[in-house]
């Protein structure tokens, strides 16, 4: 295949290797619904959103110049059965929204006068009204008092991530484009972060700043290691001595995981919308920044200044804002980085 052709194997391999990690992430989903005898429809709607972009994204691999027919022919059976399984994922969120529903429909079954028992032995042996009654009383109860007190979630993870400024698909554009040059170790680490962020939803107005500021200032970081002084040299350097690393191991994952989810903990009053104490934010992001870690005598210190910046930023961003949502947020995003 000639070097000027739309289409290159390795990002078939990308697309491949996204293939595989949605298929076990669904079987995961299945397995886990199987055990727990329970539809999360929330998780449901999340795998049908990634299972539309990865289904689209083959879609446009099909079309690319230069692909060989037999490769065109096996990826248009991959997106006709991906489609098929994106038919059957809105039938399964709805089954489970329905189930969801039914604990309300016997509430109004008992206030209408039904009959029928909402799922009792107890009222199925007893023969008598006065047990069929008192058997309703206490199931009615607990139903009432459970939607009483039912209080929603601050924020919650989904297993696929939703790019919603579109900076996932464009930074990771950029790392591929500069991986034949430069060791992409450090910004792949980066980009993890960036992907974490992208996997959390909540119902919050406040999630789109949530999301968006802490993630462009991580694009701002990937593309400086990439492209500018001193970082881009330093990268350089690097793969000269050193074998090309694209991918993560598991206690690197973890770490991300663990930061990221610090992060929407602090956020977690603000994400309710309740009142929170901006200038203590803000003094716990003082107290992570001053104690900013430089690493040890082998760690290259001009990319940790670099680093170093982008934390005083976001600290002077949280003083500045000129509202208390922002001031948290930049708060939280120096603890973050920190």
Request: glycine residues 8%; negative net charge; contains cysteine.
């Given at each position: 295949m000639s070097e000027d052709s739309s289409f290159h194997f390795e990002d078939l391999i990308d697309r491949l290797l996204l293939i595989v990690t949605l298929n076990s992430t669904l079987i995961h989903f299945l397995l886990s619904s199987q055990v727990?005898?329970?539809i999360d429809p929330d998780r449901v709607d999340s795998l049908t959103?990634?299972?539309?972009?990865?289904r689209k994204w083959m879609e446009e691999a099909t079309t690319m110049k230069?692909?060989?027919?037999s490769t065109q022919n096996i990826m248009s059976l991959i997106v006709k059965r991906l489609s098929q399984i994106e038919s059957l994922l809105p039938k399964l969120s709805d089954k489970a929204k329905q189930a969801e529903r039914n604990p309300a429909q016997e509430i109004l079954s008992f206030l209408d006068g039904s009959k029928r028992a909402p799922r009792t032995t107890a009222?199925?042996?007893?023969?008598?009204?006065?047990?069929?009654?008192?058997?309703d009383e206490a199931e009615l109860v607990p139903l009432v008092g459970e939607t009483e007190t039912k209080t929603l979630e601050a924020y919650r993870k989904v297993d696929v991530e939703d790019d919603l400024f579109g900076l996932i698909g464009q930074t990771q554009r950029q790392i591929q484009q500069y991986s034949a040059r430069c060791h992409v170790m450090l910004p792949t680490w980066w980009l993890e972060v960036l992907r974490e962020i992208h996997r959390y939803k909540s119902e919050s107005p406040y999630l789109g700043d949530v999301i968006e500021l802490p993630a462009r200032i991580l694009v701002t970081i990937i593309k400086g290691l990439l492209t500018e002084a001193p970082g881009a040299r330093l990268l350089q350097d690097l793969l000269k001595n050193r074998q090309q690393e694209n991918y993560l191991n598991g206690s690197e994952q973890e770490r991300i995981e663990r930061a990221v989810s610090k992060y929407f903990q602090g956020l977690e009053g603000l994400l309710k919308?309740?009142?929170i104490d901006a200038k203590n934010k803000i003094l716990e992001a003082q107290t992570a920044f001053d104690g900013f870690g430089w690493g040890g005598p082998e760690l290259e210190k001009r990319l940790i200044k670099r680093l170093n910046q982008q934390c005083e930023e976001a600290l002077q961003g949280a003083v500045s804002a000129?509202?208390?949502?922002?001031q948290v947020i930049y708060a939280e995003i120096t603890k973050?980085?920190?």
């Open positions: 727990e005898e329970n959103q990634g299972l539309l972009r990865t230069g692909v060989p027919p009222s199925v042996k007893s023969g008598t009204t006065s047990t069929a009654s008192s058997t919308e309740q009142e000129s509202d208390v949502a922002r973050m980085l920190c």
